[in-house]
């Protein structure tokens, strides 16, 4: 239990083939799988907030809402999700697990659509007219949504841990997470255009119908290779509680004086290597440091939460310096937030007809991101990277990547405004404020310049930050690393409500019918907060010092 850190490297099963193969083998397993629990995931929650609005008479602010709140846990979750991972059950059972809890979540939302007893009679557009949901109605709904809601985020961001580790090569795990984003974004797309397509113009049960049956496939693809699957064993006790001994004991001999010689410092009897506590928050150097009474006669600790070895303050140490740019993903997140929660409502305002026949689902303009990021990152790994090893000694860093990002967003968020900004001017010059079902006379594939953007930016800062901090964790922390940036996506989320209310409360930008409103100074607002935002992660990188140099996963050199 107390070599949490060497935890990582025992494995417990793996098959001669999977030896000799590595983690290729495996691959299509993993990679199966994200795609059918993608698909299934897409399929309920793209096309949620016109759900919520055409079969619950929701208003579209409050069906915004709830859309950020289900994005919100489904980013939130995986970190629970890897704690979990990492200290009890692995990555299997938690994937296994969690995909079932979605089919049931799925199931439970299809119900809702099949059985009119579950939701309130027809309405079509949210008016003051219509008849509320009961409380059973809200309550079922509300359960359902939880239950598919927590089955993604068990799944969705442990999937990508368990899938690197089967590779033992840094370029290896660096091209898996390529891989593994591609699929989810693709498989994303192609439920956002299909499933979404089959909800609006034949019916949301048998949406939902495929939405369950992609989940049930992709669970039965994962356990089909469960016999080639490299599995870790487990620790017994969680990292975390390490990490919280540390600080305890810490605490408890703050005022001993330390020694500069690192025999003093209490050191895992199966390390081989010998660490030198690092000057970094020196304080924390208190709790490896050996008083007497911390060790028994055969050198073990006796006193668990007052001495730990320098690897586990070392540890902490390193989660310390991630905070300040962990931190910066947040307001990033944030701007993409908005722009997500908004583009439906943007889209049900315009014109999306596709020739006299064809009319695209407002739904579906999330496609085109999820298109983009795909093609981003497909030329960043084809094009881009062995461009720059060829021909060039410079290679991107995951931060470089992350940083790429941040100013594309920024762009996004000023070229939404000023499309935004010529759908209010011609909803003006054609009289339609106060008409709640008027459609402006502007094509929605105007939005198509912020949503590639938008895309192309995710495809340089979401694979920049999941091999940032893959990199970059403890070895003991690995399936809670690729959570964190789930994380801040969860907490963006709940802070674009923050904004929403926040905008709501002190302005009229953000009425229900957003043709009287000014959604473009949202925009810009998000835009100002972007750039702000931008300057702080430049600080903080800067200065921010890798663990290794040598091996950084996406570094083409090393392909």
Known sequence: MENSASHVDEVVMQSSSARKNGGWITFPFIIATMAGLSLAAGGWTSNLIVFLINEFNMRSIAAAKVFNVVNGLTTIFPILGGIIADSYLGCFSVIWISSLISAMGIFLLLLTAAINALKPLACGDGSNLCTNPSTNQYVFLYVALALASIGIAGTRFTI???????????????????????IFYLCWALSTAFIVYVEDNISWTWGYGISVACNILGLAIFLAGKRFYRHVKEQGGSPFVNLARVVVAAIQKWRVPLSEQTQHYYHDPSDKTTLVPTKFFKFLNCAAFITEGDTKPDGSISKPWRLCTVQQVEDLKSLIKLFPLWASGLLISTQLVMQLSLLTLQALKMDRHMGPHFEMPAGSMLVFILLFTCLAIFIIDRLLNPF????????????????????????????????????????????????????????????????????????????????????????????????????????????????????QRQSGWLPDNINDGRMDNVFWLCCTLGSVNFIYFLVVSYFYKYKNMDSKPNDVASK
């Open 160 to 182: 990508a841990p368990m899938g690197a580790y089967q590779f033992d090569k840094p370029k290896h795990q660096a091209m898996f997470f390529d891989w593994y984003i591609f």
């Open 388 to 503: 720059l090893a060829k021909y060039t000694s410079f290679s991107l860093t995951p931060l470089q990547r992350v940083g790429i990002g941040h100013s594309l967003t920024i762009a996004c968020m000023a070229v939404s405004a000023l499309v935004e900004s010529r759908r209010l001017r011609i909803a003006r010059s054609h009289h339609l404020q106060g008409k709640k079902d008027a459609i402006v006379p502007m094509s929605v594939f105007w939005l198509l310049p912020q949503l590639a953007l938008n895309g192309i930016g995710e495809g340089f800062h979401f694979p920049g930050h999941i091999a940032f901090y893959y990199q970059e964790f403890p070895t003991s922390l690995k399936n809670t690393s690729t959570a964190m940036v789930s994380l801040f996506i969860g907490i963006a989320f709940y802070l674009g409500n923050v904004l929403i209310d926040l905008v």
